[in-house]
């Protein structure tokens, strides 16, 4: 087991590798919708590339996901296969939001040996979602 400071160290390590292997400015949070952003996550059990829809207001909230919704044969056809889309997510500190996602699973960020297979993993799956995003933006930007 690694100490607090050592997992710390770890996961910075787990990015500065990430960034050094694919050196390029990510959308994350440059999506120009408020409270709707990419984003990496990785634990000791699995990777994830996710789409949080964290909009205060729950009417907008659902009305951004039901667009994402609404275009989730082409985004599965020509982008990513296997993603999971729920309407309510609940986070640990009690907030609803809506994510999809997609998951590699069996991979451990406190493991050198899957560094490159998340990696690999995040760049496909993420840039697939930036090109998805980018063709679509208009229509799932226009929610009025």
Do not use: C
């Not at 160290?9 to 787990?14: C, I, N, Q, Y």
């Not at 994830?48 to 599965?76: A, G």
């Not at 009690?94 to 994510?99: A, C, F, L, P, Y």
Request: glycine letters at 0%.
């Amino acid at each position: 087991m690694y100490s607090r400071e050592e997992t710390q160290r770890l996961k910075r390590e787990f990015w500065i590798a990430f960034a050094e292997k694919y050196p390029r400015k990510w959308m994350l949070y440059d999506t120009k919708i408020k409270d709707f952003s990419f984003k990496f996550y990785v634990d000791n059990r699995k990777a994830q590339v996710l789409i949080d829809i964290e909009h205060r207001n729950e009417e907008k909230r659902l009305q951004y996901f039901e667009k994402l919704e609404s275009l989730k044969s082409i985004l599965e056809e020509e982008f990513v296969k296997n993603l999971v889309f729920e309407k309510n997510f609940h986070l640990e500190n009690g907030k609803t939001i809506s994510r999809i996602w997609v998951e590699k699973e069996n991979v451990s960020v406190s493991n050198r040996n899957y560094w490159d297979v998340i990696f690999d993993f995040f760049e496909e799956k993420m840039t697939a979602l930036e090109l998805f995003y980018r063709e679509y933006d208009e229509y799932i930007k226009d929610i009025e």
